[in-house]
């Protein structure tokens, strides 16, 4: 369409024409909404999409990005039928090889979990891989993986293919328009400028690729990404290799190939990425590369040459080097921005783009219809980012790593350690010479554990145990013998104040907060499907006044969350207060003793019991201390003014024995107590019943609360699917997360939490259960043989109806 035809109206307005805006289009026309305007400002698939390579690979680090790659392969394949336009998809399947024994052991965890997530997988000797790719030398692996359901597709007839379906169902696409404003008012878009006029719309859907930053920015929307230089070549003819060849990846080489036109497209994930568009990306880059650059594609040659020795006597026909966006992470973004309602983001695709693209535009377009996700997109979702991680400096030097972590070897407990350290606690020096060896959530550097000599003084990463299980032990027994001190300063707080606070919440939160000033009560946030969107502590401060403890990562979405379900017209706001309190646990049965020796506040249990909060006076300062308990102790958690940390923190070293602990050690006592994490056990697919936490539901409190209805037409109905906990006989494997769990034989769920539990001396873990055809009751619980799959090796696993400790 011309842009004369530019419509003053439409419901839905996209911007972008790159593969993801037009597969939002498509699906948006799907679930029934025709009137959708895209706008595109050069051609469609002219940005980044035209020069992707094209590989569509479902395996991903988290389920969820799995599954939307899924469906992607069986939509591509159905597409041509539907629209008519070739998309270029071929389901070749997909190699992917191990040079090293710590390499296949991740393929054997990774045959584990595709086949807990239906994909088909199977493992190759690497003869067998050689087979299946003659121009590839084989002696120097140690074997394979074979998914025979990857494919690759063509990404710019994949995108017409796509934008003729939207088409068929009533949008308008325009090339040659660009958006130059975001309208809003009263925190709600209204619609975009474009140079040829402005648009109002309902709906402004931000699939602008590597722009997608700057169109935020237009508004006040972090969209936090960077362009990085990304390379491929594409060769001319090399022996052994034909149309019907796989695609192939030697991530210890951090190189991919697949056929093309006789030859091999080759290109890879080099371990420092080279940042673009520290400047800005420029409007008119379209259909357009960078200069090749061989010094930065060295690494990647050098290894395929090792794999390929065909390769030396191929003509390079082309170098591609096109810039793509990367996300601190390396995860997508996708959702309604939380600074803007209405405001839909579809943006960083990190070089899985035309791979996620099926998945992702349906995924967004159920958002937008809906109002709200319809499946677990945690990982992928932008309330997991805040304004402090647009800052441009800091994405600049993130993304040097983000590119390389397609191929970096995903060790389980592996930390990212560009652009660290970011937000720091008070007391980061003081740990710092104590021995601290950090990770890092919600860019707060956090103490993993405390290394005791210069062995343990870094993470050595391996499958099996690593080198600070011994400090992280010392750091558990000493919490639960006598007491330890864990700093959790990450801990998101919100403020929820004013006349209409307590009702608000108390329609948010499971459980009821109608309780006596000073209640400190543990509760769920539920979507209306029941399941948890946070699992979170509110202090009942003042009357109106309510201070919401949630998780690291959790202070944008609970916030925006809170927000969502607050009516216009109700006398409540929402602070984010995090930056103002640090938190001090001091727990193990020695915690009340030493506490009380620093406070004149009686902490007895019975003037300070369990599930209550007060402020107390210790040393110097005026904290609030929360009596609960994250490890299963006694002891308090102290919300300290941050400028009384230090002081708090020298008060408490000179009051007795008091152990410094980690994260670790965090981890490991609260697995073994059963106490269920956000994001680990709960997820927004996962009921309060199937997590074995009815106890936290109020069905009774007065206006009832988001999720009862759903909640209430599933109690006393069997269970589909069930968190429990279960350990390791054998006391020697090391499990991290992710494992296969097996019940008499079968396949039945994975490990979501796990650690080596101190105290009783062997694995502990938190599983997964799903049972579609059968109820998971208590005789199942009971009465199945269950083993955990560690790559590969089978170990029986002993169910606890309570935990063993
Ligand atoms: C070398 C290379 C190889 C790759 N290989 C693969 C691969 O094998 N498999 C895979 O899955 N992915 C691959 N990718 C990644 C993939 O190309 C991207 O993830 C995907 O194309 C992103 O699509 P998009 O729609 O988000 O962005 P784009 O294709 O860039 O589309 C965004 C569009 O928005 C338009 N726009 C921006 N601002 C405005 C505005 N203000 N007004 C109007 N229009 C605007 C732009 O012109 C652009 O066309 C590769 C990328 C590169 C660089």
Not at 268 to 284: H, L, R, S
Not at 490 to 508: H, P, Q, T, W, Y
Not at 575 to 603: E, I, K, Y
């Amino acid at each position: 369409m011309t842009s004369t035809d530019l419509p003053s109206h439409a419901r839905v307005v996209i911007v972008g024409g790159g593969v993801i805006g037009a597969s939002t289009a498509y699906h948006l026309t799907k679930l029934g909404i025709s009137d959708i305007v895209l706008l595109e400002q050069g051609q469609l698939s002219s940005g980044t999409t035209w020069h992707a390579a094209g590989l569509v690979g479902q395996l991903r680090g988290h389920s969820v990005m799995t599954r939307l790659i899924q469906y992607s392969t069986q939509l591509y394949a159905g597409l041509h039928a539907e629209t008519g336009l070739q998309t270029g998809w071929k389901q070749c399947g997909s190699l992917s090889v191990a040079r090293t024994d710590q390499r296949m052991t991740l393929l054997h965890r990774t045959i584990a979990s595709a086949r807990a997530q239906g994909v088909d997988v199977q493992e190759l000797t690497a003869d067998e891989a050689g087979e299946k790719w003659p121009p590839m030398r084989v002696d120097d692996l140690k074997g394979a993986i074979w998914l025979p359901g990857d494919g690759k597709a063509n990404p710019t007839d994949l995108t017409q293919s796509l934008a003729k379906g939207a088409r068929m169902g009533g949008t308008r696409i325009f090339e040659g328009v660009r958006v130059t404003g975001i309208s809003q008012s009263k925190g709600r878009v209204t619609g975009v400028q474009t140079e040829q006029g402005p648009i109002t719309a309902d709906i402004v859907v931000n699939c602008a690729g590597q722009w997608a930053r700057k169109l935020g920015l237009m508004c006040g929307v972090s969209v936090p990404m960077h362009s990085a230089e990304h390379m491929y070549i594409v060769t001319g003819a090399v022996p052994g290799v034909h149309p019907d060849l796989p695609v192939m990846r030697d991530p210890d080489g951090y190189i991919y190939f697949k056929e093309e036109v006789g030859g091999l497209c080759m290109g890879g994930f080099e371990p420092v990425a080279k940042p673009w568009g520290m400047n800005g990306i420029p409007d008119d880059f379209a259909f357009q590369l960078l200069e090749d650059d061989w010094d930065q594609f060295e690494i990647l040659m050098e290894n395929a040459l090792i794999r390929v020795p065909g390769l030396e006597a191929a003509e390079v026909k082309k170098f591609y080097n096109g810039p793509e966006s990367f996300t601190p992470d390396n995860n997508f973004l996708l959702g309604e921005a939380p600074e803007l309602k209405g405001f839909f983001v579809g943006a960083g695709f990190n070089s899985m783009g035309i791979a996620s693209a099926g998945g992702a535009g349906r995924a967004l377009a159920e958002w937008i219809v809906e109002g709200a996700p319809t499946m677990d997109l945690w990982p992928v979702d932008i309330r997991r980012f805040a304004g402090f991680n647009n800052n441009p400096t800091w994405l600049h030097d993130r993304v040097k790593e983000t590119l390389g972590m397609h191929y970096t070897m995903p060790w389980p407990n592996l930390e990212q350690d560009s652009a660290r350290p970011f937000r720091r606690s008070a007391l980061y020096n003081r740990f710092n010479a104590k021995g601290a060896v950090w990770g890092s959530k919600m860019g707060w550097e956090r103490v993993n554990y405390f290394a005791r000599n210069t062995a343990e003084s870094a993470i050595e990463y391996a499958f099996g145990r690593q080198n600070w299980h011994d400090a992280a032990a010392a750091e558990h027994i000493a919490t639960r013998t006598g007491a330890a001190l864990f700093d959790l300063t990450s801990f998101s707080k919100l403020m929820v104040e004013g006349r209409d606070a307590l009702a608000v919440l108390n329609r948010i939160c499971a459980a009821n907060l109608d309780r006596p000033v000073g209640a400190s009560v543990y509760t769920g946030m539920l979507n209306t499907r029941g399941g948890y969107e946070s699992d979170l502590t509110v202090f009942r401060l003042a009357e109106a006044r309510f201070m919401v403890v949630t998780g690291s990562a959790q202070a944008v979405h609970d916030a925006d969350w809170i927000r969502q379900n607050t009516p216009e017209d109700a006398h409540v706001w929402v602070s984010d207060v995090t930056n103002a309190w640090s938190v001090l646990a001091v727990m193990g049965p020695d915690a009340p003793a030493l506490l009380q020796s620093l406070s004149r506040s009686d902490l007895s249990d019975a003037a300070h019991p369990f599930a209550t909060v007060r402020e107390i006076d210790l040393g110097y300062a005026t904290v609030l201390a929360n009596r609960m308990s994250y490890v299963g102790e006694a002891g308090f958690e102290l919300f300290v003014p941050v400028e009384f940390t230090l002081g708090v923190h020298e008060a408490l070293v000179g009051a007795g024995a008091l152990a410094h602990a980690g994260y670790y050690a965090l981890d490991s006592l609260r697995i073994e107590k059963g106490f269920r994490a956000w994001g680990r056990e709960l997820t927004p697919d996962i009921t309060p019943f199937e997590a074995g936490l009815g106890f936290a539901v109020d069905f009774t409190k007065p206006g009832g609360f988001i999720g009862r209805d759903a909640l209430l037409a599933l109690r006393g109905q069997p269970l589909h699917q069930r968190i429990a906990q279960f350990s390791v006989d054998d006391p020697a494997p090391q499990l991290w997360g992710g494992e296969l769990l097996l019940r008499d034989g079968v396949p039945v769920g994975k490990v979501m939490s796990a650690a080596h539990g101190h105290s009783i001396g062997r694995p502990i873990t938190l599983c997964r259960i799903e049972e579609p055809a059968r109820s998971i009751d208590r005789a199942y619980l009971a009465e199945g043989a269950f083993e955990i799959d560690l790559a590969g090796a089978r170990f029986a696993a002993t169910w606890h109806a309570k935990p063993p400790i």
